[in-house]
């Protein structure tokens, strides 16, 4: 079923899932206020011992003297800090400098009276008052400036970075399927001439393309069977993804308008798609949609109508895209004739393209069978086993071919294109 071909260098994607945009929580301001005072606090901390470590000739004598008191200094000051930093005071950098210089202070002084009333033999007098505020200009004056710093300069970054902080997701990669039709052989059919369709083997060749899916890291997901519908295995043609927009359509070939019920239904499934739909007189078939980055060309075909084109322009116009309408007349869709490699390149049969300038990169295939490709990743592609020479065409261009049999869907209009739906 599959041709593995040496991979190639990741190309970029037009449009990938990136990040999230984080709810700002009120747990996600605390754990910023907590996390930014901590960072202030331990650093001051560092700070102060290593200085007193040097200054005294690196004895390591030096970390228990002052240690515990410094220790003891940055646990008031995370607590202060914190405070000031829940009520904004990294909005602005005065806020910051009076928060920090008043909190260093405090903590300082709060430490320091800790400390002389845990050694001192005598009580607390006016000379120990006296050595606790001149701690502040000789003990702690390190401490207190490198809180005050931290807090100016270094507490505003953190606290940005945790409000803004979103892990990269991977979004789950979908792909819709629907099972063949009992009556897959009555489907309809516009530039071929009909021929006998076998089921069985029509049935396997299904099971065999959404196993490749499946092999290649993509989650199927089956739209309910409509036995009586006999085109609805061509999922394509029913829903069209831009991101988290699914758009429904309205099938040019009236018979096939009901397909679209049990679709909406599994689109809805999805909970982060929100979902539109072409309306009536527009007609909209799937398979005319070639999306290119942010260009989307819409084939005029027998399928889909002007009025079809102009609604999904107006649809993907606040989402960034750009709709280009493609004459087409002698293919069922645009995508019968023309699909588009990962990297924007377009491939096709100029034979069954009206117009071939429209496109900034066009590629012609040798075979009509090898016009239609399933981008699986940056670097691998689906098509039909019915092409090989554009296999191995596509395969020099550094790109990993998995190929299928679809023959019998091939009889139908069909391609590789049409039988899923990428939600990604």
Same mark, same amino acid.
């Given at each position: 079923m599959t041709s593995p071909v040496p991979p190639a260098s990741p190309l970029p994607a037009s449009r990938s899932a990136a990040r999230f945009t984080p709810a700002t929580t009120r747990g996600r301001r605390a754990a910023a206020a907590l996390?930014?005072?901590?960072?202030?606090?331990?650093?001051?901390?560092?700070?102060? =011992?290593? @200085? !007193?470590?040097?200054?005294?000739?690196?004895?390591?004598?030096?970390f228990a003297q002052v240690f515990g008191h410094f220790a003891l200094a940055a646990f008031f000051a995370w607590g202060l800090l914190s405070i000031a930093n829940a009520l904004g005071a990294t909005r602005a950098w005065f806020l910051a400098l009076i928060t920090g210089f008043t909190s260093a202070c405090?903590?300082?002084?709060?430490?320091?009276?800790?400390?002389?009333?845990?050694?001192?033999?005598?009580? !607390?007098?006016?000379?120990?008052?006296l050595f606790v505020v001149g701690s502040l200009v000789s003990l702690n004056l390190i401490f207190v400036l490198a809180v005050v710093l931290g807090q100016v300069f270094l507490a505003p970054r953190v606290v940005h970075g945790v409000l803004s902080y979103a892990p990269v997701r991977e979004p789950r990669r979908i792909a819709l399927v629907r099972i063949p039709a009992s009556n897959l052989d009555e489907a309809e059919l516009t530039h071929l001439e009909r021929r006998p369709v076998d089921q069985a083997r029509a049935d396997e060749q299904w099971d065999n393309y959404c196993a490749a899916l499946v092999a290649e890291g993509?989650?199927?997901?089956?739209?309910?069977?409509?036995?009586?519908? @006999?085109?609805? =295995? !061509?999922?394509?043609?029913t829903v069209v993804m831009f991101d988290d927009l699914a758009v429904l359509t309205l099938p040019g070939a009236e018979s096939r308008r009901a397909e679209v019920e049990a679709v909406e239904r599994a689109v809805r499934s999805i909970s982060r798609l929100s979902v539109a739909r072409i309306e009536s007189p527009g007609t909209l078939d799937g398979g005319d949609v070639l999306k290119v980055g942010d260009v989307v060309y819409v084939g005029a075909s027998s399928r889909t109508n002007a009025e079809g084109i102009r609604q999904l322009r107006e649809l993907l116009a606040p989402h960034g895209y750009t709709v280009v309408g493609v004459p087409m007349s002698k293919a069922l869709h645009l995508k019968s004739a023309a699909t588009a490699l990962p990297d924007g390149t377009v491939i096709g049969d100029p034979a069954l393209l009206d117009e071939t300038g429209l496109f900034p990169r066009f590629l012609p295939v040798p075979e009509p069978e090898g016009v239609a490709v399933v981008a699986l990743s940056a670097t691998s592609l689906l098509m039909s086993a019915s092409a090989p020479r554009t296999a191995a065409m596509l395969a020099g261009l550094g790109y990993r071919v998995v190929t299928v049999d679809i023959s019998e869907f091939e009889k139908l209009e069909g391609c590789v294109t049409c039988l899923s739906v990428r939600v990604r």
């Open positions: 996390v930014s005072a901590a960072v202030v606090a331990i650093i001051a901390m560092s700070v102060a =011992v290593l @200085a !007193f470590f040097i200054g005294n000739g690196q004895s390591p004598a030096v405090l903590a300082a002084l709060i430490a320091t009276t800790i400390m002389v009333a845990l050694t001192a033999r005598s009580p !607390f007098g006016p000379q120990a008052f993509w989650e199927t997901v089956e739209v309910d069977a409509a036995p009586e519908l @006999a085109d609805s =295995v !061509f999922v394509e043609d």
